[in-house]
Every structure is written in structure tokens, then in C-alpha cells.
């Protein structure tokens, strides 16, 4: 149990262009989503809190308007890179829990990178 | 907010030995710690975790404890396998956030 699917895995852009990245919990329902960037040898740092029906939560530093986060359903959460750069270029990563939990389950991960 | 150390940034060990990662928090109000384990481009997995309630947590040869006076806590790992070498994460919560250390790259030695 506790599965979380992300989409695409992989995914080349030219500069200028958006992204979006679709991150789902396959057996449960989600009302709280995480996304992280997981630049190369380095940490996760958390972007943001994704609420399911309400707007997401960004950590400091983190462009809202640069990083769209959409949470419509409890089973789902979108993250779009607009006008995306290659300094966006990174692995994002999201993560669920089931109701009442702690524990984190990490989808699979979005490697981007922006030419 | 949460401030989580992770110490050593890189470990070898010999195949067979023990490992030891260190991690210390700043906020008391956290309560949950899990262990994460990466490999290379997959995602974190988790491994072991433990709450505020309880000192000590053992599965098979991982084991994590708790100082919650000193405010760290520690991953253990006995026997190592060379399917052990990965990058390993602590993370501390308060609430639903979670906040990871830096990381350790794990190398065990055949």
C-alpha cells in the first residue's frame, strides 16, 4: 500500500517554455501533498505544501508565481514550471501521506532539464 | 524553523561491520523522525522511523535512537551488505513538514 506515481519521469524543455508534473497517490486519498527539489548530491528542500480545495503553501525563496500548484482532487497535485530556465533544472520529487499518518511516500520523481 | 545536522557527509565501511549516522535537530517540537534511503536518481525510501515517545526502534539489522534531551537521534546499521550503499537522510517533523538533513553517502567495502 501507501503508492505514489509521478509524471513524466523524464522531461527536456527549451528555456521560455512550462512544465507541468503530475504527482498521484495510487491506493489512498491525499488532502495534504508535499513537493521537493533535489538539486545533484544535495538535500530535498521542500517548495511547498499542497492542499487539497485550498492554495498551496510555499517555503521562503520559493517564486509562487513561477511554481504553479494545483490540488483538485485528494488524489492528485500538479506542479507547473512556468518560463522555465536552466537554473530550474533539477529533480522534483512529491510526496503523500495517508490520513493520520506520518510517514511520507515519495513518488518516483521528475528529472527536468531545461536547455 | 526545524534545523536538522547530519553527520558524516560520506562513511565507508567494511563489509560486515556496523554504521553509524548522527543527526541533531533545533526545534523540541518536533516528534517523528524517519530514516530515508536514496539511490542514485530513485526516490527516497523509507527505512525506519521512530516518535518522540519511544527511545529506541530496532527492524532486523537497522536500528534508530532517540535522545530527546540532547535532541538527536542516530541510525544504526549492523552487518552491512553491499546492497546497503546509498545515500541515507534523517528528517525531523513537526506535524506534517518535514525538514531532512544533508545526507550521508554510504560506501560499504566488498
Known amino acids: 500500500g501507501a503508492v505514489v506515481s509521478q509524471h513524466p519521469s523524464r522531461v527536456i524543455c527549451k528555456s521560455g517554455t512550462s512544465v507541468k508534473i503530475e504527482c498521484r497517490s495510487l491506493d489512498f486519498q491525499a488532502t495534504t501533498m508535499f513537493w521537493y527539489r533535489q538539486f545533484p548530491k544535495q538535500s530535498l528542500m521542500l517548495m511547498a505544501t499542497s492542499n487539497e480545495g485550498s492554495k498551496a503553501t510555499y517555503e521562503q525563496g520559493v517564486e509562487k508565481d513561477k511554481f504553479l500548484i494545483n490540488h483538485a482532487s485528494l488524489t492528485l497535485s500538479t506542479l507547473t514550471v512556468t518560463s522555465a530556465h536552466p537554473e530550474d533544472s533539477s529533480f522534483y520529487i512529491c510526496s503523500a501521506s495517508p490520513a493520520g499518518a506520518d510517514t511520507q511516500y515519495f513518488g518516483p520523481g521528475t528529472r527536468l532539464t531545461v536547455l | ?110
Open chain 2, 1 to 110: 524553523g526545524e534545523n536538522v545536522e547530519q553527520h558524516p557527509s560520506t562513511l565507508s565501511v567494511q563489509e560486515g561491520d556496523s554504521a553509524v549516522i548522527k543527526c541533531t535537530y533545533s526545534d523540541s517540537a518536533s516528534n517523528y523522525f524517519p530514516w530515508y534511503k536514496q539511490e542514485l536518481g530513485k526516490r527516497p525510501q523509507l527505512i525506519i522511523d521512530i516518535r518522540s515517545n519511544v527511545g529506541e526502534k530496532k527492524d532486523q539489522r537497522i536500528a534508530v535512537t532517540l535522545n530527546k534531551t540532547a535532541k538527536h537521534f542516530s541510525l544504526h546499521i549492523t552487518e552491512t551488505q553491499p546492497e546497503d550503499s546509498a545515500v541515507y537522510f534523517c528528517a525531523a517533523s513537526i506535524g506534517e513538514k518535514l525538514t531532512f538533513g544533508t545526507g550521508t553517502r554510504l560506501t560499504i567495502i566488498p
